[in-house]
């Protein structure tokens, strides 16, 4: 063969390997594309929309596949809906969803399931707003919830994160904003970037919970607490803007335990007579807390009141402006680390 021929074989095999080369990719996009509208496809399915695919968001609930997302557009819906496996709830974005239920039972339940999301829905009455019982890895966000007759979210035996909501306007005599119950067997529920307003009883109650985070939350203008750790819950309370309640800003209460740090509890009305009422931060009855770094200022009582038996650990606080002395209810201790749950 010439040096000649031997070039030209040299040319011919480059080419048939750049053209198998560019015929591979080729075929690979072409496989790309026919793929990809099908994965499209699928997760598209998973979206059900309501009223598009079904008349009422109930009916769209009880045929929802697990991890379904279904999407309610814009109008008001008369319903009481149930969510017993993981799916999405939520409002379109933009629009604003009215859900409006009946005194006699929650507008949500969600019951024995797990990483099950309500987001962006406006509540309107119900026993509860929202209730959750049984189930874990809930998440609760960026709803407005309102007039429920006994708790905007109420969480028992059961872990939820609550997040960024708007909740207001619980009914009278025991309407709490968000009420956390018998969760000592459960992980920890979180209450965090909430806006908790004008609730007939609290703002934010515990009873009996194992850990609860509560934080970076705005609790005001509530009737009797702005937030409650009560009967044996253990709390780390960090910081809310805690304005303007009713009988007691922050109160730890029943044997309970709590980390209250970086807070600012103000303006607390008396509501009562006698050293339980008008206080910035109350421990109470067989209480232990740690209350490091909050500004306690314009309360009608003391800045921090000690009673029954109960034991502050307290440093770094800014106390001034309150309307009693400052009694040494509390032990001043060096400021140490990072607030942490008991």
Known sequence: MSRFQAAAAKTMRARRARFCRKAG???????????QPASSLALDKRI????????????????????AIVEVSGGLYRESLSITRPLTLRGKIGDTVLLVGNVEEPVITIADTA???????????????????????????DNLISGSRLAGIKVRLAAADILHNTIRAANAPYGRGIHVTNTTQWPASRI????VSHNAHSGIATNMT?????????????????????????ALVAD?????????????????????????????????????????IMIDF?????????????????????????????????????????????????????????
């Open 48 to 67: 059900i929309r309501v009223p598009a695919d079904y008349p009422t968001i109930s009916a769209a609930l009880d045929r929802a596949d697990d991890h």
């Open 210 to 234: 194992g850990k609860i985070y509560i934080e970076d939350n705005i609790v005001s203008d509530n009737l009797k607490h702005g937030i409650m750790i009560d009967e044996m819950s253990h």
């Open 192 to 195: 965090i970037g909430n806006t």
């Open 25 to 35: 990719l080729w075929a690979l996009l072409a496989l790309f594309a026919f793929i």
């Open 115 to 141: 990483d099950a999301q309500i987001a962006n829905l406006v509540i309107s009455g119900g026993k509860f707003g929202i209730y959750i019982t049984r189930s874990q890895d809930v998440k609760v966000r």
């Open 286 to 342: 067989h209480s232990l807390a740690e209350a490091r770094d909050n500004i306690v200022t314009g309360n009608v009582n003391r800045g921090i009141q000690s009673l029954f038996d109960s034991r502050v650990y307290a440093s770094a606080n800014d106390l001034r402006g309150n309307g009693a002395d400052e009694l040494p209810h509390y032990t001043e201790v060096a400021s140490g680390d990072d607030c942490a749950m008991p």
């Open 240 to 280: 809310n803007i805690v304005d303007s309640n009713t009988e007691t800003g922050i109160y730890v209460f029943d044997m309970s335990m709590a980390a209250i740090c970086g807070n600012v509890v103000m303006n607390t009305a008396a509501g009562g007579e006698g050293a339980r009422f008008g206080n910035g």
